[in-house]
C-alpha cells in the first residue's frame, strides 16, 4: 500500500526555492533542505527525482511569483515605458522577497555557468528568450525599428536586466534609479 505524503509539495518546493535563492545552487546541500523543507531525503527523492529536479521545480516556483510582473508587462499598452516600469518593478520585488537578493534566475546562471545539467541550462535559457521576446514586442509597438534593430535593443534591455538583478543585491535605491534612467537614455 502507497504511503501518503504528509507534506505538500507546493509548500515545500517554495521552501527550497528559498534556500536556493539565498545560497545559491552549488551551496545548497541535501542535509540543507530536508532541514529547511521539513522532509527527508526519501520525500525529496519521491517527489522531485533528485537535486536537479527540486531545483528545476523551484525556478518554476519562481517564476510564478515573477509571473505578476510579467503579465503586467505583457498587458500593458505602453511600449518603453512599461518595459521601464517593469525594471522598476523588479527591483521593488527583489526588495520585497525574504531573500531581498536579485533574482534566482540571474543568480544561478552567473554560478553554475555553461558546464551545468543541461536541463536546468534549458529552462535558463528559455526563461531569458520569454523576457527577450516581450522586450522585443514592446519596443515594435513602441518604435517604428527594423527588425534588426528591435533585436538588437532587447538584447541590450535583456543584459542591462542582468545587470540589474545583480546591482539588487549591493546597490542603493538611488543608485539602482540612475542606473535604470541611464538604461533608458539609450533605448
Not at 522577497?97 to 555553461?114: D, M, P, S
Not at 514592446?138 to 542582468?162: C, G, P, T
Amino acid at each position: 500500500m502507497a504511503r501518503t505524503k504528509k507534506y505538500n509539495e507546493a509548500e515545500v518546493a517554495e521552501k527550497a526555492m528559498n534556500l536556493f535563492w539565498k545560497n545559491g545552487y552549488g551551496n545548497t546541500s541535501m542535509q540543507m533542505l530536508e532541514k529547511e523543507m521539513g522532509i527527508n531525503k526519501f520525500s525529496i527523492y519521491s517527489s522531485f527525482g533528485n537535486k536537479d529536479g527540486l531545483f528545476l521545480k523551484s525556478l518554476e516556483c519562481y517564476k510564478s511569483r515573477l509571473f505578476v510582473l510579467i503579465d503586467k508587462l505583457v498587458k500593458s499598452t505602453e511600449g518603453i515605458p512599461a518595459i521601464k516600469e517593469y525594471f522598476y518593478d523588479f527591483v521593488d520585488f527583489t526588495r520585497d522577497t525574504k531573500n531581498g537578493k536579485g533574482c534566482l534566475v540571474t543568480n544561478t546562471a552567473n554560478e553554475i555557468g555553461l558546464e551545468s545539467e543541461e536541463k536546468i541550462s534549458q529552462v535558463l535559457k528559455s526563461f531569458t528568450d520569454e523576457i527577450k521576446q516581450i522586450f522585443a514586442d514592446k519596443l515594435e509597438d513602441e518604435r517604428n525599428y527594423d527588425l534588426d534593430k528591435i533585436e538588437e535593443q532587447a538584447n541590450y534591455l535583456l543584459i542591462s536586466m542582468f545587470g540589474l538583478s545583480s546591482a539588487t543585491r549591493i546597490f542603493t535605491e538611488d543608485q539602482l534609479k540612475h542606473y535604470i534612467e541611464n538604461i533608458f537614455k539609450n533605448i
